[in-house]
T-cell receptor
Framework: EPEVTQTPSHQVTQMGQEVILRCVPI?????FYWYRQILGQKVEFLVS????????KSEIFDDQFSVERPDGSNFTLKIRSTKLEDSAMYFC????????????FGSGTRLTVV | SQQGEEDPQALSIQEGENATMNCSYK?????LQWYRQNSGRGLVHLIL?????REKHSGRLRVTLDTSKKSSSLLITASRAADTASYFC????????????FGKGTMLLVSP
């Protein structure tokens, strides 16, 4: 069964450093998303991406965050200057039919900012 | 209060028993989805029910939706130890803001 692949599975970074989280969505999917889950809290929406541009973003997704689909297969989330409160599990998701259908999520990247 | 609140927060049952989890929401929705998350893993889509549907089945899963009460339930029949996981409901709103809003989840423990 097709999968959404995320790398790395765990990333430790120093506060103030830039991190790039990588995702390979399912190949024929057109809609891509990043969500995050702080330990013990709800899964929160960050951003959605379609047709090579951001379609929606949440209040969390401020100027420190950016997304890119550089080569037609990878979908990346960059955090420019990490803060302690960015520590969370980050999930990439995709679907092929648009927002109103079930998503396929990756296994996540656990980001720890120290 | 918040969109997509599950109860109970935790549920412990024996293998073979049925598990029922509930989800309540506040605003009008387009659809409601249930996801499972094994510890430290990603979210797995289980089932989607649209606002004009009242009940849906998938294998041992049965989902109901009551839009008048703004609530949904997920029933897992004949539970197995492998069903041990956290279960989340997620709503798609009707407002045009189309992303999923997740609840805090129900942690289900199925003992052999």
């Amino acid at each position: 069964e097709p999968e959404v692949t995320q790398t790395p599975s765990h990333q430790v970074t120093q506060m103030g450093q830039e991190v790039i989280l990588r995702c390979v969505p399912i190949s024929n999917h057109l809609y891509f998303y990043w969500y995050r889950q702080i330990l013990g809290q709800k899964v929160e929406f960050l951003v959605s991406f379609y047709n090579n541009e951001i379609s929606e973003k949440s209040e969390i997704f401020d100027d420190q965050f950016s997304v890119e689909r550089p080569d037609g297969s990878n979908f990346t989330l960059k955090i420019r200057s990490t803060k302690l409160e960015d520590s969370a599990m980050y999930f990439c998701a995709s679907n092929g039919q648009g927002d109103f259908y079930g998503y396929t999520f990756g296994s996540g990247t656990r980001l720890t900012v120290v | 209060s918040q969109q997509g609140e599950e109860d109970p927060q935790a549920l412990s049952i024996q293998e073979g028993e049925n598990a029922t989890m509930n989800c309540s929401y506040k605003t009008s929705i387009n659809n409601l989805q249930w996801y499972r998350q094994n510890s430290g893993r990603g979210l797995v889509h289980l089932i989607l029910i649209r606002s004009n549907e009242r009940e849906k089945h998938s294998g041992r899963l049965r989902v109901t939706l009551d839009t008048s009460k703004k609530s949904s339930s997920l029933l897992i029949t004949a539970s197995r130890a492998a069903d041990t996981a956290s279960y989340f409901c997620a709503t798609h709103l009707n407002s045009g803001y189309s992303t999923l809003t997740f609840g805090k989840g129900t942690m289900l423990l199925v003992s052999p």
